[in-house]
């Protein structure tokens, strides 16, 4: 699995692009029977504390595209700072099982894991 991550419009789709997906490859849903699942952020959202029950799942994708939301302000409600958490450790678990870890940086990757 790759794991592609990023700042919001950082390039992250394009790049995924690149390594040959179409558009029809994508989805939000980890259950549908795509190659690449983006928005990991929300779905870490959704899952809260069961953040854990998505590892298994995301991993048997080809890749894996998560917005970076631990860089920046941090957030004064709750529930953000908690959305932030869930996703950082969901991501950590992610790239521990990864076999590439790509940042994106102004369109430019950066390949941390590989």
Known sequence: MILVIGGYAAG????????GYQEEDFTTDPQ?????VYGLETLAAQAGEGWESL???LVEK????????????I???KEA?????HTGRLCTALAEQA????RLFCGIP???KE
């Open 75 to 77: 957030p004064l409600e």
């Open 12 to 19: 992250k789709k394009e790049y995924v692009r690149s390594l």
């Open 99 to 102: 076999d590439r870890v790509v």
């Open 32 to 36: 549908e029977e795509k190659p690449v």
């Open 110 to 112: 950066t390949i941390i």
């Open 81 to 85: 700072r908690q959305m932030r958490e």
């Open 62 to 73: 080809e890749v894996v595209i998560c917005q970076e939301v631990g860089s920046g302000v």
């Open 55 to 57: 590892v298994p799942g």
